[in-house]
Each structure stands twice: as C-alpha cells, then as structure tokens.
C-alpha cells in the first residue's frame, strides 16, 4: 500500500485544517491508520490511530477534544479534522498503516504517508 497526506497548509492561531490519507494498492481497509506528527529536530509524536473499520479510535491527550479521525474505506481515505490549533501544532503530519491493530508507537507502523506540513501562526 502507497500511503499519500495532504491537506497540509498555513492558518492563523484557533483555525481549522483538515488532513487527508489516501491510499492506493492494497486498500485502506486492510489497515489500522496511525496519525503523528514530527517537529524538526524533535521525535514524531503519536496522536491517535483509528481502526480497520471505524468503530474505535485512540487520542493522544495533547489533542483529544481538538482533532477528530474518520475513515471511509469505500474511498480508500482516511482524514484526521483538526480544529482550535495553537502554534503549537506547527509541525509535519504523517498519516501510517499498520496491517495489525496500531499503537501508539512509530515501529508498529510499516507504511507511512510523504506527510504534510501545517503551520499555526498567531
């Protein structure tokens, strides 16, 4: 599976962004898709991961209440829907699939998106 995010762009300080995960090859349905996001010079940071199917989703603390995830696999598409970002959400976002049940940790993820950068200004 090709893992591609987009959506990525500049918004001012309590905007709202929404982020795509398009796959091709195997389809998206195969796969639990992870989200993170990565700081330069700093670790990629989990924020949530969502199920095969939809019906169970996992959130970091530093973003629950403000992101939400969806999938609709008929699409092959998954979105992340972020809203209230801080620039402290500056950073690039990376969508990944992982033919098991996810995690909260980078290695459990095979597959992973170019990423897409989002900047928050105030």
């Known amino acids: 599976v090709q893992l591609q995010a987009s959506g990525g762009g500049s918004v001012q300080d309590g905007g709202s962004l929404r982020l795509s995960c398009l796959s091709s090859g195997r389809g998206l349905s195969y796969y639990t898709v992870g989200w993170f996001r990565q700081v330069e010079g700093k670790e990629r940071e989990w924020l949530g991961y969502i199920s095969w199917n939809g019906d169970r989703t996992y959130y970091a603390d530093a973003v629950l209440g403000r992101f939400t995830m969806s999938r609709d696999n008929d699409k092959n598409t998954a979105w992340l829907q972020m809203v209230n970002l801080t620039p402290g959400d500056t950073a690039v976002y990376y969508c990944?699939?992982?033919?098991?049940?996810?995690?909260?940790?980078?290695?459990?993820?095979?597959?992973w998106g170019q990423g897409t950068l989002v900047t928050v200004s105030s």
């Open positions: 990944a699939g992982d033919p098991k049940s996810g995690g909260e940790r980078v290695e459990y993820y095979p597959f």
